[in-house]
């Protein structure tokens, strides 16, 4: 192993979890490929058996459920970001930015979107910040622009791809390095597989950029192929962004293992339900038994002899099922989502005002998440605008509803705050503007900053 490909021992330690933990948020044909790791084998169970109750292998993803419903809910309405001050092209360009973060057409709020789901399973998720490069010089900023060298745009990721790092004593990155592996095939007509692996490497002026592409049995060589400054050299700083969550919202990490106890427990009670279906006979005699017993045979019996079929009376059946409905709630429970798992609390339902006073609680933690995910997108354009030397003040507003009111609940609202004639024009433009931006919150970033410049000349006139 090379210095690039070194491994910080935190990733070391936790590289596994997160393959879990994406594995439970998957669930499906990826899950049962992996069955092996998750399904428990019983002390002495014969391997024949044990392989068909992999073959029978299910899973029953709540915990994906709940992670998806978390990041739908809290991007129902997309985050509103404004521009204060700066160049006009800059506020162009935050647009354009907004509507295509990552060159390939996804919007920045999907983006983010993206990213705390990747939060909520691995408890952290990063986005690197790069401008386009090129070989030829230019010569002033109109150049730049006309060669799209100013066209900053956001790379996605995951966790396990940051194998290394060292941050100082604010805990800012004073470097990182970055490995990304693929398989492919070089041509239409080659037969052989290739490993291609790269790593990219920053600090807080400069990249590196390492590769190696071979097979399993000639793996090739690392190669220095690119180097140079990158793009918040002038700030000083790693252009590695994380979103990260605390300990307490990262749900994947609270309910991972009442996930894989649910797993294991619902599979055992399906396969002894199956084998209940096929009963085996029982003969009491006191002679000798020798006869073949099956579908397509007859015993016979003597006269003081009895045939009965062994049946289970179904006492654990219910026990279990009783068990995997509380493991169930339990798994909504820490996830702050008890009104959802649909449970009985001592035999009579929930009244509204528990339900409303749970659902209290989901409130709280998805604000959190949307302060989480504000702050994070408000330093990503921020670092955009500085590098590119807009000189922009950029606020992100919005993701502090959780589909609790209507729209109109919050126009009444602010109706009953105007009628009260407090004499503020800045608090009649903010209103103004809130409500204007959320109810577009699905229009273009640009028609949203014109929207917002003609509020203000309305009210600045």
Known sequence: MTEIDREHPEFKHQKRMWRTYRDLYRGGQEFQYRAADYLLRRQKEPLDVYGERLQRVFYENYIGSIVDWYASTLFRREPSIQVDSGRDSGQKFLAIFAEDCDLRGTKLSSFFRHCLIDAL????????????????????????????????????YQPEDVINWSKDERGDYEWIVLR????????????????????????????????????????????????????LVRQRRVPLFTLQVSEGLWLMNKAAHLQLEHFNKSNALAWAITMGLFAMPVIYSDREWNQIVGESYYIQLGPTDKFGWTEPDGKVYQIAAQNLETLKDEIYRVCYLSQAS??????????????????????????????????????????????????????????????????????????????????????KRQIFQRLALKYLNDARQETKDQIAREIDAQFLS
């Not at 290739?194 to 590196?208: A, G, K, M, N, S």
């Open 342 to 427: 649909g449970e009985m609390i001592s035999g009579h339902a929930q009244s509204a005002a528990s339900k409303q006073m749970d659902f209290t609680i989901t409130k709280e933690v998805l604000r959190a998440y949307g302060t989480a995910v504000k702050d994070c997108m408000r330093q990503v354009l921020t670092a955009v605008s500085d590098a590119r030397e807009d000189a922009s003040t950029i606020s992100v507003a919005g993701l502090d509803e959780v589909d609790i009111t209507d729209f109109g609940s919050e126009l009444q609202d602010a109706k009953n705050l105007l009628e009260l004639g407090i004499k503020s024009t800045t608090l």
């Open 121 to 156: 399973v691995n408890g952290r998720t990063h986005m690197l910040l790069d401008f386009p490069r090129s070989s030829a010089l230019v010569a002033n900023r109109a150049e730049e622009d006309a060669a799209g060298l100013s066209r900053a745009y956001l790379v996605h």
């Open 180 to 231: 990304q592996t693929v398989r492919r095939q070089p041509s239409v007509d080659s037969a052989e597989i290739v490993t291609e692996t790269c790593w990219h490497y920053y600090d807080r002026e400069r990249y590196r950029t390492f590769r190696r592409v071979g097979t399993d049995q000639q793996p090739g060589t690392i190669q220095l192929i690119g180097e140079g400054a990158h793009a």
